[in-house]
């Protein structure tokens, strides 16, 4: 029977069994959709993926990413996660991996640099492959139905909730602060209620809810939410935090900024995260999104296909 190696990591995290897991199938030659659809699912992880040979040598791989319930175009912690296990190989196909990396994906192409102490990786960051886009605005008491909360708790003082995405779409919503971010808990059915369609062409509701304060804004506390995609809490989501690191700093009257952010997630399950978000702006237009982060490795093994 023939088998795939895979590789696991924990994302964003220097601590093993913290962090958002993530599953690397190294070489996904051979594999059907419906078995990268499958492998997902047994895994039971947000998300999987599966690296194949570049269709433009110039590139260094293709990279198709999976959830539970789809294949999506891009993600940020599966992209760092992918660059690390692959940087810590060595090879790819017969080629030497540097540490500049370029991924195919449905989005568009990735660009991921690594960090180094010698032949060991420490991080990873990647390039957002599309610019910000916003969408539809969700009415506050939507938001707060979903996540069993007073809709009191959901803030407008910077903006409405709304859809956005540097590559994948997340509806972005600032919370009152910490203890409406800890109490919040996902009701399936008011997400069910609650979506609709997003720019990648799905119908979907996934939603990142935040903290900040006025004396530390770019220090922000999250969680991430998509029972819909059979993730009822993610412990760190490097699309969400780049779409709204992105749209934040566009918010701002400075036209030209460049911005730092730090967004920890995962503390109320237990698997605290750190996303770093670098965020550039030229004359009042978002031009540069990187997410970066670290990883700790965990597991080796095969799978029978």
């Known amino acids: 029977m023939p088998t795939a190696d895979f590789t696991t990591v924990d994302v964003f995290t220097t601590t093993r069994f913290e962090g958002n897991p993530l599953a690397v199938m190294t070489d996904a030659r051979g ?5 990268m659809q499958n492998i997902a699912v047994e895994f039971g992880y947000s998300e999987v993926t599966f690296v194949l040979p570049p269709y433009d040598p110039d590139n260094t791989a293709r990279v198709r990413i999976f959830t539970p319930t789809m294949e999506v175009p891009f993600a940020g912690h599966p992209n760092v996660g992918t660059a690390y296990v692959l940087g810590e190989r060595g090879e790819l196909f017969g080629r030497p991996v540097g540490n500049v990396m370029r991924f195919e994906e449905k989005a568009g192409i990735v660009t991921v640099e690594l960090k ?6 420490l991080s990873a960051a990647i390039r957002a492959p599309k610019q910000l886009v916003t969408g539809r605005t969700v009415p506050e008491d939507t938001v707060a139905r979903c996540i069993s909360i007073d809709s009191a708790m959901v803030s407008a003082r910077v903006h409405r909730p709304l859809l956005a995405s540097v590559g994948l779409s997340f509806v972005v919503a600032e919370l009152a602060d910490l203890e409406a971010l800890a109490s919040a808990r996902p009701n ?19 939603l990142f809810v935040y903290v900040r304060t006025p004396e530390a804004p770019w220090t ?7 029972p819909l995609d059979n993730v009822p809490e993610d412990p760190a989501t490097g699309s969400a935090s780049a779409a709204l690191g992105a749209y934040l700093v566009s918010l701002e009257p400075e036209p030209d900024m460049n911005v ?4 920890e997630q995962g ?25 970066s982060g670290a990883c700790a490795p965990v597991m080796r093994g095969k799978i029978d296909c």
Request: aromatic fraction near 4%.
């Open 31 to 35: 594999l059907t959709d419906a078995d």
């Open 116 to 121: 180094r102490d010698g032949n060991r990786v």
């Open 188 to 206: 399936l059915a008011h997400f069910q209620d609650a979506a609709g369609p997003t720019p990648e062409g799905n119908h979907d509701f996934s």
């Open 220 to 226: 922000i506390r999250a969680r991430m939410f998509a």
């Open 260 to 263: 730092a952010l730090t967004i």
């Open 267 to 291: 503390v109320e399950m237990g698997r605290r995260s750190l996303i770093g978000i670098d965020v550039v702006k030229k004359d009042g237009i978002v031009t540069d999104v990187t997410i």
